[in-house]
């Protein structure tokens, strides 16, 4: 008779089976479609997906869409350089760049000694603020650095990495991504890419492929990703990737602004929705 017995798999090995694949993958590929529409990761929003349809644990989940972004935000910076290759801001992106491989381990080492929740109740606030200023009810709020950025100016450099920094400190502390700082940063900072979002939203999805990219490759270092599920989303995921660049220049720039504001409330109730459950854990182990 042979031998029916499994083969010993590694103790951290998880055979995945996704519970729902099709709204999985129709749920990917909308996500993928608001992120080069928006100049977003989107990751926070694919993590849900994976984690209740895709039947991975939250570290896999998290691991496992940011995989997926980094190819999605990847594609979708190509098709932008084929669409409109002057709408990105290459030297502030390179910045911001930089300023998120800093803030990142910053973040990481302030997990460890300031109250979570604490965090996530401020940034909610935060972002309900730029939500309210994208969609123009502070009338009277104007440009903090400048008409439009110059990268041959001190001030250019200095905001560029300041709000890499900002975006790499969230991305460790929150679980978002980069771009829901980038975009509303360099709307707020510079009155012509509050003029001209699409500007703000092609150089945010510059920014986002390295830093994705980078932070796939340390997750796949320590085995976290499921690629498995990859090229089972993928496809879907990509088609809707291209639409949403071109999309991005069917709409009008307002409308653009408008979503995006709505995509900031949404994860500021996300944000509000996890520091009560932290506060709660964190109350129930003191009891």
Request: no cysteine.
């Amino acid at each position: 008779m042979g031998n029916s017995k499994q083969p010993d798999l590694p103790p951290d090995t998880v055979v995945v089976r996704p519970r729902k694949p099709v709204p999985l993958i129709i749920g990917a590929a909308f996500v993928s479609f608001a992120s080069t529409l928006l100049g977003i990761g989107g990751g926070a929003l694919v993590v849900p997906l994976l984690a209740t349809w895709g039947g991975t644990r939250l570290k896999r989940s998290v691991a496992t869409s940011l995989a997926l972004i980094a190819v999605v935000v990847t594609v979708g910076l190509v098709v932008q350089v084929w669409r409109a290759p002057e709408d990105i801001l290459w030297g502030e992106a390179g910045l911001i760049v930089a300023g998120a491989f800093v803030g990142a381990p910053i973040g990481r080492w302030l997990l460890k000694i300031i109250p979570r929740a604490v965090f996530r109740y401020v940034l909610a606030v935060f972002l309900i603020l730029v939500a309210i200023r994208m969609i123009g009810l502070v009338p009277n709020a104007t440009h903090l650095v400048g008409d439009s950025p110059d990268i041959g100016l001190p001030a250019t450099w200095i905001f560029a990495f300041v709000v890499g920094f900002i975006a790499g400190l969230s991305s460790t502390l929150f679980g978002i991504g980069g771009g829901i700082v980038i975009v509303p940063a360099l709307t707020i900072g510079y009155s012509e890419l509050a003029e001209h979002f699409n500007i703000a939203r092609a150089t945010s999805l510059a920014a986002i492929v390295p830093i994705s990219v980078w932070g796939t490759f340390l997750h796949a270092r320590k085995g976290n990703v499921e690629f498995k599920l990859i090229p089972m989303l993928l496809p879907l995921s990509l088609v809707f990737a291209v639409g949403g660049v071109i999309a991005a220049y069917w709409l009008h720039a307002e409308y653009l602004t408008v979503v995006f504001a709505v995509v900031l409330a949404v994860m500021a109730v996300k944000l509000v929705m996890e520091a009560r459950s932290i506060a709660k854990e964190d109350k129930a182990k003191r009891v």
